[in-house]
């Protein structure tokens, strides 16, 4: 069976289950409009460890054991590990793996990590080289202010198109038709196919501008993923995008308008529904924890409970660096695709 | 069929086809015993661009452009490019994506990412979801001292047990059984299976000591291979190891035969192999683009020749950050390994 549509796309002939989600948020995402939708929200953003980022890794962690024990499983039983996170290195994924010691494969797409895990956890399960994976992608608004932009200590104000950082990890573990699991979790979700992004590059220099750096890696996956497919929009009772913010969302519905693609009634950004304006985060969340805390907050349980039918889940990630945006460079950035459904048993 | 096998190892039924290679190095790598099987030794580091970062990433697109039109093919033939390099966010290979226009997964597993991606990649072709896929690492001895250790403008010495990272980059392009190319490559090498390694940490917190932080997890996934797959060492012509230059060779043999396996008589390690001892390197060389550029030059087309029969390829990678190096962490390692046979046609 062919599995591979068009040029980026590519279906799931197995429909991998996707059984279970874990996701940890810090405080300020507690108090979003999603708050009450998370597993836990932490009090103390640092959980009382000595740096942030050590606070990151630990909330990935968790949020991956949480995941399994949900299906009564744990580390040891999960086939594959995949994940990371926006940090040099990815240490956040690479320390949380040194913990949970399960086979672990390091990915890196910036705030397209979960899709771009969850994608490629599904075509191993497909393939038959896994029967339990669990993926993973956290972000943390201090380890990854002071990474990105500046100090935390310089109070540095935002500009208008700027988002913050979700702190927050979610994990999805993703099983095969056959995989029997001893406690029961999701039971109607599936993912049935995806498309894997191009890297595009608009120009954008503005390391506090990641919507208009996005979007157009966005609208390309989009695009390529309606085109490769021969869908409309509306196929879908959603297109979420991870982290675009408001005004990268906008530039998102030009860009695929320009296409032939109106999808602004079918779509929504997680990085506009975690935080409400009120909330003083200018265009909305961001990091990889964004779309990740989302999807097992939100989508997941939604796609279950019948809320949504089909969903296309668009993580989109700005490929650049502190070196890079020193040294002048645009921002590249990349968006992976996949699409879930709710399939009766 | 039942691919995985064991605890972290898997089969790959179809056998994909290495079909191509590239490598480019720089100048001190060109000097060493390998120089003249090199496909390019560039004169200048820095290949006339205006960072050391911009020339990692040229060199990594450039050997993807070589691999593939060795075999008559262009990046857009491609159906996917999976990789990455030692720098923050991966930006060599991110902007290499840029200008490649392929289909991108970003992988990070430091120095083990060539045989990540060559995993993962030969896994996606068995799985149904790629017909030609292009693999590839970098490193440059410019860019990573400076993000991992000191500026270069220092001068620091270095230590009994350091590594010289090495300025390289390699890509391999995979094919599954029906990909018809236009060009020839490769006849005779195929990828057979793997194994997915599990992070190790045992202490090692001095970043110029990266054999002996390494090494464990080169043990422990070596040491898994031959468990799930019955095996004794010499069922292999060689085991070769990424980077773990002398010191961490010989780490690995104890640990290795303190679970019974004695290794020695069939490793040798990329990172002793790509220097001699004329050239002080001290322990040998280190990074991505180490194993990359050994596979290309070395491992693959001895394999073509039957030079090699079967070969283990366990490419090793450190999980630190700067900012985790400062932070007084110690070193997780992961290493991954990929069986590579001689078929005749």
Redesign the interface.
Known sequence: ????IG??S?ILPSCPRIVSSGVFVGPKEGEGPLGRLFDTVVKDDTLGL??F??AESRMLESSVRLALSKIGCSPADA??FMG?D??????SA??A??EL??????????CSTMA?SLI?AS??T??????LSVCGASSHFSSSER?FRYPLEMGTQTTPTSQRTVTGAGAVAVASEGRKLPGSGYSTVRITGGT??????YGITDASNMGAAMAPAAASTICAHLDDRELPPEHYSRIFTGDLGSFGSELLYELCLSKGYDISRVHEDCGCMIFSPEQKVVCGGSGCGCCASVLCAEILPGLESGKYERVLFVATGA??????AL?G?SI?A?A?AAVLERMEA
């Not at 926006?86 to 240490?91: G, K, N, P, R, V």
């Open positions: 069976m062919k599995k591979k040029t980026q590519f000595d740096s980022e050590q086939d594959l990371g926006l940090l040099s290195q990815i240490i690479g320390f793996a040194r010691r399960t086979p672990f494969l390091g990915m890196y797409g910036a771009e490629t075509m191993l497909d393939g038959g080289f896994s029967e990474e894997v992004g191009r890297v595009c590059d490929l650049l660096s502190p070196i890079s040294q460079e590249p990349v992976h």
